[in-house]
């Protein structure tokens, strides 16, 4: 509703030709590609059909990078989106995001190639010739852009607004806590000490390589089913592997927990000598450490370990598995990623939890987590500019993940270093994080109980009730009933498909149906029902449904 | 009320400003001959009654075909039978909600919308003794408000500026009392809406009947 009440006036026709590009771009960007930059704060002024149209390749903290025909910048502008185009003539180039240590030591940039900056720290670059990662100081953290492929972005709360209550409160599980208890410091230390004597891992190398054949390894012997993932990265067409073990859900093996860190390293002498004992031996011996532990738990769903690589040329591994995993449909409830997580100069460390708008309510339940099982300090940092790990490719294709990140203000002075070395590494640290992420990948998979069947037959419609300066969307459910043994129903809603449903009724439901109405018209709602039978036992979310996902085949 | 407009036969939209703007310019020259009867008023006030119809459909489908409004406007000779105004008029309507697209529950919500403006403009009145007829147009200042009368805070409220045209004829019954029919189309647009109009625009055609007391 909020763009109605901003839009400028006299700005009908602007907003038409505006609507009419978009359709005609959203698809895949055309031929004489531009890309441009558009304030966030500028989006209100876009109706919410004209705003999902854009075809962004990059969600920022401020602003989104988007590409689209040559005419839809100046279209856009005058419709009160100022658009800001950054390359006139994109197609066929390159990109990569570049994040640099000091908002000053961008200006290395320039003598490289293209650089625009985009917020503080972050950079639009595209090289004059090489791959960035071989020409950019290692210090410098570089994602790469696809122009092919437009990201899911949140129109919705903006970045860095709290969100509280987005999940609800853990219950402790005596085998969470007894899970918690079996990670040993010992056997992380002994991991980053073996991930550290490849003396490099730096992605093309064949130690690099021989460090994931490593891991693999190290998956199977924990009985778990481990796989290679092959994929080519960087400008040179090189190849690597991300390591994927998994562990099968017993009850609803489609819905999939990811942990993961990325294996690969840098520093100043790449090829011979980077150790990489915090970045990130450390994350990759915690999804180790994690999977030992948990090879034989009973859990709901399907729990993913995965070691990237490439994550310093530019994250490719983790968004070669995040596109394929969007198109193969996989059901990824969240992603747990740990990058760096066992440097503090602090007697009291804390842990950095980023996420995006959508996924706040993955840190909420990680931070719950941790608080309860580890115990550990965390704090919730939403920035959709921590582009700068694996976290953000599943980000861009819709999905909840989280970065856990050792705390920025004591930042490791040997972070890409050769002298990134075990014992520069707060072990205690480091066990605390792989602590906190276990309980809360696992109770995100849900500990294996016995529970009723998940509802059938969902159906959803709704419709908008509207006076002349305010609408609101009015929301029907019905369903299947249930077997006897059912008690009763909850109904959870969310607005990102495929994950952060929040329950929404306050008293279990007898009866299988559920309205709700004074929603946003301009949003789009998706709900999940779960059956509770007598003894208090929650069974699975039903199949999802669209909140007008049935408004053409009902009946009136 | 309803004969005046028949007569006129107004149609809203930008053909009703042209045409009200047409008797503005028409009327012009045939003022010079502006009759001694109003020539001798100096000022006068006027209070009128009369029926407002909205040129959006979207008001029309939500508060009815016709809304009551009132009006009433001091006037001051300048020369001839050029006049300077100022008014005030409002309305209060009430409603209901309306779906915009599939309808499955059918939910409604009663509705309230209450606008006032305060209106400058200029009319030019031909004299032909008893009878005068005038066109004006002018600007105006409009605050609307618009409840949700069972759901607190929904809603909308603003202010913005407008414009009106006018045209109509008086009837002097005394020297000092006239009757008045009057026709008026105004546009005031909002820059706001919903997903029934998103750009709304208070405006419309306006008939209206009332009292001129003359100075």
């Known amino acids: 509703m909020a763009w109605k009440n901003n839009r400028p006036r006299g700005g009908a026709a602007a907003v038409a030709a505006v609507a009419v590009l978009l359709v005609f771009s959203s698809a895949a960007p055309p031929e004489d590609t531009v890309l441009f930059r558009i304030e966030r704060a500028d989006l209100d002024r876009l109706p919410a059909d004209a705003a999902a149209g854009l075809f962004v390749v990059q969600e920022l903290q401020t602003c989104l990078l988007a590409a689209g025909p040559a005419a839809l910048p100046g279209e856009l502008t005058a419709a009160g989106v100022p658009a800001v ?51 950019l100081p290692p210090a410098f953290r570089l994602k790469r852009l696809d122009l092919d492929r437009s990201v899911v972005w949140s129109r919705g709360a903006p970045a860095g607004e709290t ?112 150790p990489g004992a915090d970045d990130n031996a450390s994350g990759t011996a915690a999804v180790l450490e994690i999977a030992r532990v948990l090879a034989a738990a009973p859990l709901d769903y399907t729990v993913k370990f995965i070691c990237f690589s490439a994550e310093e040329w530019g994250l490719y591994g983790s968004s070669f598995y995040a596109q394929r995993a969007k198109s193969r449909g996989e059901r ?27 996924s706040r309510w993955l840190a909420d339940q990680y931070l719950e987590a941790a608080e309860t099982y580890a115990p550990l300090a965390a704090s919730k940092i939403t920035d959709s500019s921590a582009t700068w790990s694996d976290h953000s490719p599943f980000w861009d294709q819709g999905f909840a993940a989280l970065c856990a990140i050792e705390e920025s203000a004591g930042r490791n002075p040997y972070y890409h270093e050769t002298t990134d070395t075990l014992d520069k590494l707060n072990m205690n640290y480091c066990t605390s994080v792989t602590r906190a992420s276990l309980a809360s990948a ?81 949003t789009t709602y998706f709900y999940e029902v779960t059956a509770v039978d007598g003894q208090g036992l929650e069974s699975d979310g039903s199949d999802e449904v669209r909140d007008d996902q049935n408004n053409d085949t009902l009946p009136n | 009320m309803i004969r005046t407009m028949t007569r006129f036969r107004i149609k809203p939209g930008p053909g009703a400003a042209l045409l009200i703007g047409g008797l503005i310019l028409g009327a012009g020259p045939a003022g010079l001959q502006a009759s001694e009867a109003s020539g001798r008023a100096r000022a006068a006030v006027s209070i009128e009654a009369g029926m407002f119809w ?42 209901t909600t ?36 005038f066109a004006g147009a002018g600007g105006s200042a409009d605050r609307y408000e618009e409840r949700w009368v069972d759901v607190p805070g929904l809603g909308g409220s603003g202010k913005k500026a407008g414009w009106y045209a006018e045209a109509g004829g008086e009837y002097a019954v005394f020297r000092f009392l006239a009757l008045s029919l009057r026709a008026e189309y105004s546009s005031i647009p909002t820059g ?14 306006e008939a209206a009947a009332g009292l001129v007391f003359r100075f």
């Open chain 1, 85 to 135: 185009v950054l390359d006139g003539k994109a197609e066929g180039k390159s990109y990569v995001l570049v994040r640099t240590p000091r908002p000053e030591e961008g200006d290395v940039l320039g003598g490289l190639g293209t650089a625009v900056p985009l917020e503080e720290r972050v950079w639009l670059f595209s090289p004059a010739s090489g791959d960035p990662r071989e020409i």
């Open chain 1, 442 to 522: 696992a109770d995100l998979a849900r500990p294996h109980v016995v529970r009723p069947a998940p509802p059938t037959g969902l159906q959803a419609r709704s419709e908008i009730i509207s006076s002349l300066f305010a609408a609101v969307k009015s929301v029907s459910l019905a369903w299947d009933a249930g077997p006897a043994s059912v008690a009763g129903y909850n109904v959870y809603r969310t607005t990102t498909s495929g994950g952060g449903h929040v329950k929404i009724n306050s008293r279990l439901l007898s009866e299988p149906r559920f309205s709700e109405t004074m929603l946003d018209p301009a």
């Open chain 1, 332 to 358: 990824i409830v969240g992603v747990i990623n740990m990058d760096m997580i066992s440097y503090t100069d602090s007697d009291d460390p804390l842990l950095e939890v980023y996420v995006n708008p959508a």
């Open chain 2, 98 to 133: 309306s779906i915009a697209g599939p309808a499955f529950n059918e939910e409604e919500y009663a509705l309230e919308l209450e606008m006032t403006s305060i209106r400058l403009g200029l009319r030019y009145a031909f004299d032909l003794g008893r009878i005068a007829v």
């Open chain 2, 54 to 95: 909205a040129e959006q459909a979207a008001f029309r489908r939500l508060y009815g075909n016709g809304t009551p409004a009132v009006s009433a406007q001091i006037r001051v000779r300048l020369f001839d039978g050029l006049w300077a105004a100022a008014g005030w008029r409002t309305f209060k309507a009430g409603g």
């Open chain 2, 192 to 205: 706001k809406g919903s997903s029934l109009e998103p750009d709304v625009d208070l405006g419309g055609l």
């Open chain 1, 163 to 274: 969100a509280a209550g987005a999940v609800e409160a853990v219950v402790p599980d005596p085998r969470i806590f007894e899970w918690v208890a079996r990670v040993s410091k010992s056997k992380l230390t002994e991991t980053i000490q073996s991930l550290q004597n490849f003396q490099t891992r730096y992605a093309s190398t064949a130690a690099c390589e021989n460090a994931g054949t490593f891991l693999y390894n190290r998956f199977v012997q924990l009985g778990l089913a481990c796989e290679y993932e092959t994929f080519t990265f960087s400008w040179a067409q090189r190849q690597s592997r991300n390591i994927i073990a998994t562990l099968p859900g017993k009850a609803v093996p489609n819905r999939v927990v990811i942990v993961c860190a990325h294996y690969d390293s840098i520093s100043d002498e790449p090829e011979t000598l980077a």
